[in-house]
């Protein structure tokens, strides 16, 4: 069995905006909308949990400005 790990080397803060920029192409999707909602508020959910994780760990990485 393969087992993925995330790479060591991508900060919690480009792991956010990546899950970001998922949350915007689940409402975007050709889906309805009850799922496109679901799989926004689960990557919503997501970057919120890696925002604090990374505002805890003092991490040197620049913030993200929301546009």
């Given at each position: 069995m393969?087992?993925l790990?995330?790479?060591s080397?991508r900060?919690r803060?480009a792991?956010a905006?990546?899950?970001?920029?998922?949350?915007?192409?689940?409402l975007?999707?050709n889906?309805s909308?009850?799922?496109?909602y679901?799989?926004?508020?689960?990557?919503?959910r997501?970057?919120?949990?890696?925002?604090r994780?990374?505002?805890?760990?003092g991490?040197?990485?620049?913030r993200?400005?929301?546009?």
């Amino acid at each position: 069995m393969v087992k993925l790990t995330v790479p060591s080397h991508r900060s919690r803060r480009a792991r956010a905006a990546a899950h970001r920029a998922m949350a915007f192409a689940a409402l975007a999707s050709n889906s309805s909308e009850c799922v496109r909602y679901r799989r926004y508020h689960a990557h919503m959910r997501l970057v919120e949990a890696l925002s604090r994780a990374a505002d805890c760990d003092g991490s040197s990485a620049p913030r993200e400005v929301n546009a």
